[in-house]
């Protein structure tokens, strides 16, 4: 009896430690999808956006966004031209690091005065191409000099599953600034849908902005809104256990066959706990916050809605035809939380399901 | 006769619980499925040199009516069954002029508040949310 009431305990333990586990898990990927993806809306136009990302320049201190010109596949190598790596080089605009959320290991972003050919590069084609130099790193793109001014990091694993194996170079736009622009990062605002504020970019630029819209700053809210509906379900657990005591309680109080006083106790203990089931469930439900545009306009048990925007995801990270889709890292990340969550939730039930057998042996 | 009245009295205690619980499930979701608007305090209006009286509002706050002209949509409260609710009232107005970002309207609506940026096409008398709260 003893045996299994430790056995009871262990259990339980290691349940809600590997629950633990994978909430965090969930937490830090949240936390690295917002550090590696920008808090923007994006526009894309794979043929170009219609406006040249030398022009879009002039209007991004109004505007709050920046912009990455039409990219193009070049083989980089090292001054001497011993080492030669494919890469895709984008021209952009100076902001556009600040946007796209890079992380700089050496150097930083060209300024906005950038004159000559600058380049910054990904922390991967440093390594290969300037192994062990120090001092100023030069380069060579499809033959032509650059200066690098600042190497960016990759990002973890997942950010890599995003993204295509190639490395990116971001340049300045002296080379040629009548290139169209191929994508736009419009700082997002939590108040305004992306189509508003697409058309208030089109609107200050005046030109027709017409490409694919992906709401960045909204994927980074359904991460917290992923995490936070895990801690719902878990919770749901003692709603659940606090209405199958009061149920007792109430049902024991109607079969009592003594006096009334004796039936008052469980009335009153299963009332309470169900009235406690009811705020904790009613305050559980805080932690549901799913941005409304992720949410079926009428019918919230619509199956077949939530079925094409799972379908969505899958097919956003099987896409192939983009270098560096931050919608596709984005999924990656999202994917990677909802598993972790959903491997949380049942192991938390076990967890407590666990404790609470060990409480109530122990009570006997 | 007696089992089948505990029956009863179990199942009905069941099914009052599970009504409970989801009545407040289904007023969480209600509120979910709110159009989300952002408000906005009109400013002070402006005189014109020719006199007239006009109030500058972004060019969001103002959308087309069911009968094919401007309005604004003000938001207001109401009581409703769970407390106080937001829900919007169609203005119709009449524009002096307009520019890329703002629209001039003819007539002070100094002090009001109107829903701007709405996640989904607004309509008349519709309840809504903040984004803010």
Request: glycine share 8%; hydrophobic share 45%; proline share 4%.
């Given at each position: ?96 690091g600040e946007y796209a959320n890079l992380h700089f290991n050496e150097g930083k972003y060209f300024p906005e005065d950038a004159a000559g050919n600058l380049a910054v590069i990904p922390e991967s084609l440093s390594h290969e191409l300037f192994e062990g130099e120090d001092g100023k790193k030069m380069l060579r793109i499809n033959g032509k000099k650059f200066t690098v001014c600042g190497v960016y990091g990759e990002g973890g694993i997942l950010t890599r599953l995003g993204s295509a ?107 309470g706990a169900f009235l406690l089931a009811a705020v904790g469930f009613a305050s559980l439900l805080q932690l549901v916050r799913i941005p409304a545009i992720y949410l079926p306009e009428d019918n919230i048990f619509d199956i077949s809605y939530y079925g094409q925007q799972i379908l969505n995801g899958i097919q956003q990270i099987n896409t192939v035809s983009r270098i560096r889709d931050f919608s596709r890292i984005c999924a990656v990340y999202l994917c990677a939380e909802a598993g ?25 | ?133």
């Open positions: 009896m003893k045996k299994k009431n430790i056995r009871f305990l262990i259990w339980g333990i290691a349940c809600l430690s590997l629950s633990a586990i994978f909430f965090f898990a969930a937490a830090f990927v949240t936390r690295n999808l917002k550090n590696h993806t920008p808090f923007a809306v994006e526009l894309y136009g794979a043929q170009g956006l219609g406006v040249p990302v030398g022009k879009t320049a002039n209007f991004t201190e109004w505007g709050s966004f920046a912009a990455a010109g039409m990219g193009e596949y070049v083989q980089a190598a090292d001054l001497a031209e011993t080492k030669s790596i494919p890469a895709y080089y984008q021209m952009t605009t100076p902001n556009y194996s190639i490395p990116v170079i971001y340049g300045n736009t002296s080379r040629d600034p009548d290139i169209l622009a191929e994508q736009l990062l419009i700082g997002a605002d939590a108040g305004k849908t992306a189509l508003q504020q697409q058309q208030e970019t089109a609107a200050l630029m005046q030109i027709p902005l017409e490409g694919e819209i992906n709401d960045l700053g909204r994927l980074h809210q359904l991460g917290d809104s992923i995490l936070l509906l895990g801690f719902f379900f878990a919770g749901l657990w003692f709603v659940l256990h606090l209405c199958i005591f009061s149920y007792r309680k109430l049902m024991s109080a109607y079969q009592c066959r003594g006096q009334a006083a004796e039936k008052i106790l469980p009335a009153i203990l299963g009332t972790c969550t959903i491997a949380a939730v049942p192991l938390f039930w076990a967890g407590c399901h666990g404790l609470r057998h060990w409480f109530l042996d122990k009570q006997l | 006769m007696k089992n089948s009245k505990l029956f009863a009295v179990r199942a009905a205690a069941a099914l009052f619980m599970a009504l409970v619980l989801c009545t407040i499930a289904a007023h969480r979701i209600e509120i979910l499925l709110l159009t989300e608007v952002r408000s906005l305090a009109v400013p002070a209006a402006v005189t014109m040199e020719d006199g007239s009286t006009v109030t500058k509002v972004p060019a969001a706050a103002v959308y087309t009516g069911r009968d094919g002209k401007p309005c604004v949509m003000r938001l207001l409260s109401r009581e409703g069954v769970w407390g106080r609710e937001m829900y919007v009232e169609e203005m119709p107005v009449e524009l002096s002029h307009e520019d890329y970002n703002f629209c001039f309207l003819k007539g002070d609506f100094e002090g009001q508040s109107l829903a701007v940026y709405p996640s989904r096409p607004l309509s008349d008398d519709e309840t809504v949310r903040c984004a803010e709260e």
